[in-house]
């Protein structure tokens, strides 16, 4: 008892000092040029553009051609997806996607909301923009902006975009939902010079968010929308007020995470740490280091030499769809490496899972999707937004299969006014994509108690 209340005072005062040390402090950025060559004269065009998907049958035609000269590998007995997508699942699911998916259809499904782009920076900047069609009298709906990550896209958010417009239950609030496109990213134009980051990135959506007329939104994020949202809020915490995300892994552990990881299993009540929290993290030599080492491959090919291995992936649709969708089947959950079809289709359906490849193949963004990793961790790992805490409201939706867990005391490290931290009874990395009905219960529960408290003051 003596060693416990020791090492609490201990801790203790040493969080207390780190806490008055650090001062609420604003990333600061600046204005930038994506586009080819110099900026014009004359300033920036900010006209707002209707956009729809389509789709030619040259396009198709192409595809279908590709799909049929592709080179089936063998995969090794009984490897099911340890290797990466096994490939006898493989020729199913490229079976399927060549005769059966009707990507016309799905086409139709991506346009039944308002696709839109303009020019920030000198790139078009790719977005859905969903208003509520009806909100109770005497209230307004809540501006939110949702941003997706790799290898995802505003696709993901469609599930969850009519339970945030169009919510069922009286008592919830109505939202008024922009799902941007990362630029490099599906139908947003790719930077066509070095350095645009998930700080640049932040800054482009602000200023989309100014464009459309919003003073101040809330905003939700995971994957590399977790970062990007992030910075939104280090940017300008007076605009953002309130920030949602559901991946949150320690940008820059410091001595609570330090200590929490080397006394947490023994002393589990002095940090807060659930049953989960131990399941997830001991022993931390198999559990934060063998496992993230397991799924982290791509991530270094990623941030040193992307155009090297995207090359290939732009031109095979068979290599693509194989590069994605291991993604979808292991960080669902890592038990699925077990199995022979990775379980790629418990929680998605096929028809899901390949529109957003065709996502990625239609607009040939999956080099310029990768670079975002060169772009972000070639500053090296000691960048600004990583020093500088978020001090404006935040929620996190802790889901239990999520790539990296991370315990309510890790998310407080970071986000100083963690408002709700939900665990979650199922889910994984694509959280919003899996499960849209508990994302978006989260949000709404989030949501409200920044709003209660608001209106208290």
Known sequence: MFTELLVGLVIGGLIFILVQRSRTQVLKTE?????????????????????????????????????????PVESLEDSQFNYGFNSQYLQKVVS?????????????????????????????????????????????????????????????????????????????????????????????????????????????????????????????????????????????????????????????PGLPMALSVMLGRRFPKMFSFTDLDIQRLYPCMDKLVVESIKESGYMHIQATKPDTVGRGLNDSPVGLAAYILEKFSTWTSKDFRNLEDGGLTRKFSLDDLLTNVMIYWTSGCIISSMRFYKENFSKGLDQPHSKIPVYIPTGFACFPNELMHTPKLWVQQKYRKLMTYTPMTSGGHFAAMEEPQLMAEDIQKFTKTVERKKNKQ
């Open 31 to 71: 204005d930038g040029w994506w586009g080819a060559g110099a900026p014009p004269d004359g300033g920036e065009d900010d006209t707002i553009r209707p956009f729809k998907v389509t789709t030619s049958d040259e396009e198709l035609e192409d595809l279908c051609r590709r799909i049929d000269h592709t080179r």
């Open 96 to 252: 399927y996607w060549r005769n059966d998916f009707d990507w016309r259809k799905q086409i139709d499904k991506l346009n039944q909301y308002p696709h839109f782009k303009t020019n920030i920076e000198g790139i078009d900047v790719h977005y859905v923009h969903v208003k509520p069609k009806k909100v109770p009298e005497g209230t307004s709906a809540i501006p939110l902006i949702m941003v997706h990550g790799w290898p995802g896209s505003f696709y993901e958010f469609y599930g969850m975009i009519p339970l945030l417009t169009e919510p069922s239950n009286p008592d919830d609030l109505v939202f008024e939902v922009v799902c941007p496109s990362i630029p490099g990213y599906g139908f947003s134009e790719a930077p066509h010079k070095k350095g645009f980051d998930s700080v640049c990135a932040a800054h482009v959506f602000h200023k989309l968010m100014k464009r459309l007329g919003f003073q101040q939104f809330y905003a939700h994020g995971g994957d590399w929308g977790w970062l990007v949202t992030t910075n939104m809020a280090q940017l300008e915490p007076k605009i953002v007020k309130g920030l949602h995300v559901n991946f949150a892994p320690p940008s820059k």
